[in-house]
Antibody, heavy 120, light 108 residues
Framework: EVLLVESGGVVVQPGGSLRLSCAASGFTFDDYTMHWVRQAPGKGLEWVSL????????YYADSVKGRFTISRDNSNRLVHLQMNSLRSEDTALYYC?????????????WGQGTLVTVSS | EIVLTQSPGTLSLSPGERATLSCRAS???????VAWYQQKPGQAPRLLTYGASSRAPGIPDRFTGSGSGTDFTLTISRLEPEDFAVYYC?????????FGQGTRLEIK
C-alpha cells in the first residue's frame, strides 16, 4: 500500500522558516518524481514544487521561487520542503504527492497534508 | 499561465442523475492534457481521469473525462451517494500546471 505521511507544519511568524518532510512507503521511491501541492483554507489547489528521481532536477511555482527548496533522500525515502521568508499567503495545507511516473505532473497518491500557518 | 474556469460553481443533483462538469481553459491545451480530481471534506484529492479518456486505477467507469482544445468535461453517468464532493480540473500540458477553482457537487 502506498503511503505518504507529511510532517513539520506549525504556526510560524512572517519572515520565518520551516522545513516540511514527507515519508514515503509502499512503492519504489526512486522511480518516481515527487511534488508538493498546497491548498489555502477553503481554497483550491496550487502546485508548489517538483523534484526528479535523483534530486538534481527541481522546479518551483513562481510564487515560491527563491524562497522554497525541495530535496529528497532516496536512502530514507523522504522528501523535504525548506520554506524561508514565509508570508501570510503561504498559509495552507501542504500535500506531498507522488507523480504517476517521471514528471507527468499527474498525482496518483497524496498524503493527508500538514498545515502551515503564517501569522504574527 | 493557463487559467482554468470551472462551471458551475455548485451543482445540485440527486443520486441516479447524470452530472456534467465543465472546465474551460484560457488557451488551447495541447494533447488533451487535462485531469480531473475528486476531493471530499477532510481528505486529499483523488485522481479520477487524465488524458483524452483514461481513468486512474480503481475508478468506476461511471466517471468519464472528455474534451479538447479549450473545453473539457467530466461526466458522471449515474450519481452514487459517495460521488458528492468537490471536483477540480488540472491542465498539465503547459508549465506552470494549473488547477481550476473547483465545482461543488451537492445532494439536491
Amino acid at each position: 500500500e502506498v503511503l505518504l505521511v507529511e510532517s513539520g507544519g506549525v504556526v510560524v511568524q512572517p519572515g520565518g522558516s520551516l522545513r516540511l518532510s514527507c515519508a514515503a512507503s509502499g512503492f519504489t521511491f526512486d522511480d518516481y518524481t515527487m511534488h508538493w501541492v498546497r491548498q489555502a483554507p477553503g481554497k483550491g489547489l496550487e502546485w508548489v514544487s517538483l523534484i526528479g528521481l535523483d534530486g538534481t532536477t527541481t522546479y518551483y511555482a513562481d510564487s515560491v521561487k527563491g524562497r522554497f527548496t525541495i530535496s529528497r533522500d532516496n536512502s530514507n525515502r523522504l522528501v523535504h520542503l525548506q520554506m524561508n521568508s514565509l508570508r501570510s499567503e503561504d498559509t495552507a495545507l501542504y500535500y506531498c504527492a507522488k507523480d504517476i511516473g517521471t514528471a507527468y505532473y499527474l498525482f496518483d497518491y497524496w498524503g493527508q497534508g500538514t498545515l502551515v500557518t503564517v501569522s504574527s | 499561465e493557463i487559467v482554468l474556469t470551472q462551471s458551475p460553481g455548485t451543482l445540485s443533483l440527486s443520486p441516479g442523475e447524470r452530472a456534467t462538469l465543465s472546465c474551460r481553459a484560457s488557451q488551447s491545451i495541447t494533447g488533451t492534457f487535462v485531469a480531473w480530481y475528486q476531493q471530499k471534506p477532510g481528505q486529499a484529492p483523488r485522481l479520477l481521469t487524465y488524458g483524452a479518456s483514461s481513468r486512474a486505477p480503481g475508478i468506476p467507469d461511471r466517471f468519464t473525462g472528455s474534451g479538447s482544445g479549450t473545453d473539457f468535461t467530466l461526466t458522471i453517468s449515474r450519481l452514487e451517494p459517495e460521488d458528492f464532493a468537490v471536483y477540480y480540473c488540472q491542465q498539465y500540458g503547459r508549465s506552470p500546471i494549473t488547477f481550476g477553482q473547483g465545482t461543488r457537487l451537492e445532494i439536491k
